[in-house]
Nanobody
């Protein structure tokens, strides 16, 4: 399995900024993609941004131009810089990773995992 630990959530006023971080650990051979999803109360979990190991990115339309995803491949860490935050960005943000890991018998296999979630609250 791949373990993901997030940090950086909190309370901020509208127009402010926050930076989320997520570090992956485990018997990782390679991380194909890392990203962020969010889930607001009463809503389905939705993609916010994702980045491949080659650096290709994809963003939800609602965050384009305001959020930037980046990753440090050497540290197996992904970041989400969130600027110009809006009250509608309030949600629990979850880190996601799709990785190749090495099993106990030495074989490689693909797996995915989620972080525990970090709350982002934007006040108006």
């Amino acid at each position: 399995q791949v373990q993901l630990v997030e940090s950086g959530g909190g309370l901020v006023q509208a127009g402010g900024s926050l930076r989320l971080s997520c570090a992956a650990s485990g018997s990782i051979v390679n991380i194909n993609a890392m990203g962020w999803y969010r889930q607001a109360p009463g809503k389905q979990r939705e993609l916010v941004a994702i980045i491949t190991n080659g650096g290709s990115t994809n963003y939800a339309d609602s965050v384009k131009g305001r959020f930037t995803i980046s990753r440090d491949n050497a540290r197996n860490t992904v970041y989400l810089q969130m600027n110009s935050l809006k009250p509608e960005d309030t949600a629990v943000y979850y880190c996601y990773a799709q990785a190749i890991i090495r099993g106990t018998g030495g074989q490689k296999y693909e797996t995915s995992g989620w972080g525990q979630g970090t709350q982002v609250t934007v006040s108006s």
